[in-house]
């Protein structure tokens, strides 16, 4: 049996912690505030969980494998963490990343529909559609309750045996461990700035509250606007987030209260994409970070100067829903039976993946 510590109870450190303990490692998990905390990137109260990456099948797949555990993990504790809405994408051009997703789910056998923007129009109680061209549906895609999941998969770990403690971890005084798994997030860059380069940037997302009509109705993603959200789901209100870039942020020191500009940038778009929202109320904001690589692509790798170190981060507005499936690859490379991906390695990234639901940083 190996010895593991994990840092950072987020939904990466979480699911690594919970996977290696089913596999029989001895596992601790140290988290500084609370598993599922406001302040982590997991913390949120929704994460869309989508198929859709552009050309790069490899978080296909990991969607797809991390659905079913997902699934797995609501059966076996009883707990709704996962809700079957569906998701949108609101195709501006016949070519962008829609088209481009839309290939790569049917060579992947992943279920999807493209409809004209009229046939779309049903998805939602009202859809302006004059601007698109197409509509990519994803019918087994929805949305996860992210901070309700992260808590959840902690609580699961537990009962396989991992032992939770609330302190912060340092690199001087570091866990005695075999492994070292550090799944810090947006604190990353702090604990490891010679070797890790991520840009911890702000996002804020709003709610509008709506009529019964809009309950359960898809998740979406207007990746050209580039804004995303989902309808009424679990009494939160309508989500609408711009993902537009942000500025760069201490994860530690934030005041998270939201930017006049970005709820009028919300509202704005809002009134236009849904037009009987249009004087919908804002009933609740959040603020948060993301951790962003060069290229959009996650980060994992051995630490340069301790192989039994892993740095595991840069989800970079995209990593909740891999969460479980994440944990099997990093748990398979750090138990030695499969090398960790070159595009996940330390050191400069060039070009952008897009992989996350827009295009620009
Ligand atoms: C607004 C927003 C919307 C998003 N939307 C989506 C989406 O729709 N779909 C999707 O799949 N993804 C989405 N994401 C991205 C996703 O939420 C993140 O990629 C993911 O949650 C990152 O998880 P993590 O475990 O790497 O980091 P975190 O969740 O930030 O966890 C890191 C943890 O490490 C702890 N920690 C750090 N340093 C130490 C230390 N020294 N000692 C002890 N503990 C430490 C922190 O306190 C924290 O709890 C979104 C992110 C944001 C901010």
């Known amino acids: 049996m190996t010895s593991v510590t994990v840092v950072g109870a987020g939904v990466f ?25 406001v302040r982590s990137g997991s913390g949120g109260d929704t994460r869309l969980s989508r198929a859709a990456h552009g050309d790069v099948d490899w978080y296909t797949h990991l969607s797809q494998r991390a659905r079913t555990l997902w699934l797995e993990l609501q059966e076996e504790t009883g707990t709704q963490i996962w809700e079957p809405v569906g998701v949108a994408w609101f195709a501006q051009t016949d070519n962008g990343f829609e088209a481009q997703s839309r290939r790569t789910l049917e060579a992947a056998g992943v279920a999807c529909e493209w409809l004209s923007p009229d046939d779309a129009r049903g998805l939602y109680p009202s859809l302006a559609v004059d601007d698109l061209s ?75 509250g709506t009529d019964g009509s809009w309950s359960g109705t898809p998740g979406f993603c207007d990746y050209d606007a580039p804004f995303y959200g989902h309808g009424e789901l679990g009494g939160l209100g309508a989500k ?21 500009s970005l709820e009028q940038a919300a509202r704005a778009y809002t009134a236009k994409r849904f037009p009987s929202l249009a004087d919908a109320p804002i009933v609740g904001s959040r603020v948060c ?14 630490h340069p100067g301790r192989d039994s170190w892993w740095l595991l981060g840069g989800g970079s507005g995209h990593g909740f829903k891999h969460g479980p499936a994440l944990a099997e690859y990093v748990a398979d490379c750090v138990e030695g039976t499969r090398e960790p991906e070159p595009f996940h390695a330390l050191g400069p990234r060039t070009g952008n993946a897009g992989l996350r639901t827009a295009a620009v940083g």
Not at 139 to 166: F, I, K, N
Not at 289 to 302: I, K, R, S, V, W
């Open 13 to 37: 450190g979480a699911s690594t912690a919970r996977e290696l303990a089913r596999r029989g490692h001895d596992v601790s998990l140290i988290e500084q505030y609370t598993p599922g905390s």
């Open 134 to 208: 197409a509509v990519l549906y994803e019918p087994d895609s929805g949305v996860l309750y992210a901070r309700r999941a992260t808590q959840l998969l902690v609580e699961d770990g537990l009962r396989h045996g991992v032992r939770l403690e609330t302190r912060a971890a340092s690199v001087a005084d570091a866990p005695p461990a075999d492994i070292v798994v550090w799944a810090c997030g947006a604190w990353l860059p702090k604990l490891f700035p010679e070797h890790v380069e991520l840009r911890i940037s702000r996002r804020d997302v709003f709610f509008f």
């Open 240 to 260: 609408v987030a711009p993902d537009v870039p942000g500025a760069e942020i201490d994860p530690d020191r934030l005041d998270r209260l939201p930017l006049p």
């Open 289 to 302: 970070q993301y951790e962003l690589t060069g290229d959009t692509h996650f980060l994992f790798a051995q």
